[in-house]
């Protein structure tokens, strides 16, 4: 493939495997340079080669572990200083089935770290540059289990849940300066993130699991579309756009002085 017109550069985090190889792939074919993330050096190397062979484009790696304070600290600085960069797609992350009495709480802790920490930082990094810039997208790779904590770990759960909570904050505070914001919520998607959980995704029911390819191409779809939350596994849309409209109108009434009457405190403030 001839190496035609950049439309800049894509940082990848947890671009070695799965969901974040895919992107890589994807967003090569559209045109992008790459930065790949991962902490996985081999992989991440050949994976370079490979889309620097196949597209044309510009693709460096950068090995990093993003519990690690140093290395997090490196990839915020090229997101700050690296001018080139018009997307960010925060992949990188870890799952989790086991219930909580059964759980490692330091375990947990990484997770937390990496799904949500990791994240918010890798965004307050690239935000102010893409705002500068009047320019740039950043996608969160969220997951359904942050509207549906009772299926899988809850602490994963409320990782992914805190992941569509502040991508809705980036779109109120960022959508009027030019930066497009997209939250992805993929279903059970064929990866290894499973069995580094605990549950091999073959274990689980075919009609469930979605190939990782169609996942991402969905994503992007939905991305070109001017989604802000996309879940490829949701056959009909307009269920989620009942839920957003439902959440959006309750919140318009949270704001009272006054508690409600089922709680019956009323009588006394009145006595």
Not at 159 to 171: E, M, P, W
Not at 180 to 197: F, H, K, N, S, Y
Not at 208 to 213: G, L, T
């Amino acid at each position: 493939m001839s190496n035609s017109t950049s439309k800049g550069t894509a940082l990848v985090t947890g671009a070695s495997r799965g969901i974040g190889a895919v992107y890589a792939d994807r967003l090569a074919k559209r045109g992008y340079d790459l930065i790949l993330v991962a902490r996985s050096e081999a992989p991440l190397k050949a994976l370079t080669a490979s889309l620097a062979s196949a597209s044309g484009r510009h693709i460096t790696a950068i090995v990093a572990d993003l519990n690690d304070t140093i290395d997090l600290a490196n990839v915020e600085t090229k997101l700050r200083e690296d001018s080139s960069i018009t997307m960010l797609v925060n992949n990188a992350g870890i799952g989790a089935v086991v219930p909580l009495l059964n759980g490692d709480i330091e375990k947990m802790e990484e997770m937390i770290a990496l799904n949500s920490i990791a994240l918010t930082r890798l965004t307050y990094a690239a935000a102010p540059a893409f705002v500068k810039r009047g320019m740039g997208t950043i996608i969160n790779i969220s997951s359904v289990v942050g509207i549906s904590p009772e299926t899988l770990n809850g602490v994963y759960g409320a990782t992914k849940a805190y992941v569509l909570a502040f991508t809705h904050s980036l779109q109120h505070e960022l959508a009027d300066k030019g930066i497009r914001v997209q939250a992805v919520l993929p279903g059970a998607t064929a990866t290894d993130m499973w069995e580094i959980a605990g549950l091999p995704w073959q274990k689980l029911p075919p009609s469930i699991v979605m190939p990782v390819e169609d996942m991402v191409d969905a994503a992007l779809v939905g991305l070109d579309q001017g989604e802000l939350v996309t879940i490829p596994s949701l056959h009909d849309g307009d269920e989620w756009t009942r839920f957003e409209a439902a959440r959006r109108a309750i919140s318009q009434r949270f704001g009272n002085s006054v508690p409600a009457s089922r709680y019956r405190i009323q009588a006394r403030r009145s006595a």
